[in-house]
């Protein structure tokens, strides 16, 4: 992909019960995933916002490290992954993720592994989410009204 160049993708949710949602991975076969809060708000029917923030790093750093590890010719098997969040409160009391901690465990002993230092010393770099929060993802708000009306 060039520097000019941009990918976009979309999806959609909706409302099924209280802080129940259906998520819809638009133009795609992916099936769609139910979302939840945990009690008191909702029934812990599916992951909630946070779990998914912290999945979508854990799960990009592994496919990073596994790309990187092929990219050098290495075939690796069993890779495992566990993350951590930690969850605190903001100035204005609000509740924020504060922390992701990372635990990547590969199955082969390191002098076994072609290129281990350069692989370390850049998959994070493919990580397209990490880096993302990292550093920071402008996100825009639209509310629309019944009718369609933008109210904000």
Not at 28 to 55: F, K, M, Q
Not at 107 to 127: H, M, N, P, V, Y
Not at 136 to 145: E, F, K, L, P, S
Request: hydrophobic letters at 40%; one cysteine or more; charged letters at 25%.
């Amino acid at each position: 992909m060039s520097e000019t160049e941009t990918q976009a993708f979309s999806l959609s949710i909706e409302q099924v019960d209280a802080y129940e949602f259906r998520v819809r991975f638009d133009d795609t076969p992916i099936p769609e995933l139910l979302t939840d809060e945990p009690p008191p708000l909702g029934g812990d029917a599916g992951p909630n916002p946070s779990r998914l923030l912290v999945t979508a790093v854990v799960n990009c750093l592994a496919s990073s490290l596994l790309f990187a590890l092929r990219k050098f010719s290495n075939e690796p098997a069993g890779l495992r992954a566990q993350a951590r969040a930690t969850l605190g409160r903001n100035a204005e009391r609000r509740w924020r993720v504060e922390r992701v901690t990372v635990d990547l465990h590969l199955s082969e002993d390191a002098g076994t592994i072609q290129k281990l230092d350069r692989i370390l010393e850049q998959f994070e770099q493919f990580c397209v989410v990490t880096q993302s929060v990292r550093e920071g993802i402008a996100v825009d708000v639209h509310v629309h009204d019944g009718s369609g009306r933008t109210l904000q």
